[in-house]
């Protein structure tokens, strides 16, 4: 019945931090990267803002990728069960590290580990922006068009 349940649900890879901005270091593409959890409040509360990030980049070359922080224990199983119930559509990743030493300078030196937090990545032209706490869609396209723009 559980399987029946999950069929059709996006399956949940387990990365590191060094497999996440590996993946994001694809010139080709923009990334925008959240790092979230389900037990996180104002996490879940911005999550619809990825949903409409990820239809408005639908056919440009824009890949968002939520990365979940959640406890070992929730991974594949509860993720997997929470990204269906709120319909989730961008790619969904799992953070295997607990170590924020080892992680944060892997993603950003900046960062304070606070969640939510949100990155946008241009590999081509070595730019990165990072947010801490919840952001709307407003800030975040204006980043992402600006990135697109200089790509013509």
């Not at 790092?35 to 890949?63: D, G, I, M, Q, S």
């Not at 961008?90 to 590290?97: I, S």
């Not at 030196?109 to 407003?138: C, M, N, Q, S, Y």
Request: hydrophobic content about 45%; overall charge positive; aromatic content about 12%.
């Amino acid at each position: 019945m559980l399987f029946a349940t999950l069929a059709g649900a996006q399956n949940v890879k387990s990365y590191s931090s060094k497999d996440l901005m590996k993946r994001a270091s694809n010139k080709d593409t923009i990334y925008i990267l959240n790092f979230w959890a389900t037990w996180c409040a104002p996490c879940v509360k911005e999550l619809p803002v990825f949903n409409e990030l990820e239809k408005r980049y639908e056919h440009k070359p824009v890949k968002v990728i939520l990365m979940s922080f959640d406890f070992k224990e929730a991974f594949p199983l509860t993720i997997v069960q929470f990204i269906k119930s709120k319909g989730l559509q961008p790619e969904v990743v799992w953070m295997n590290e607990t170590n924020a030493d080892i992680f944060i300078p892997n993603i950003d030196e900046g960062w304070h580990g606070a969640l939510p937090a949100t990155i946008v990545i241009d590999p081509v032209h070595k730019f990165k922006r990072l947010w801490e706490g919840i952001v709307t869609e407003k800030p975040v396209a204006a980043v992402v068009d600006a990135q697109l723009s200089l790509k013509k």
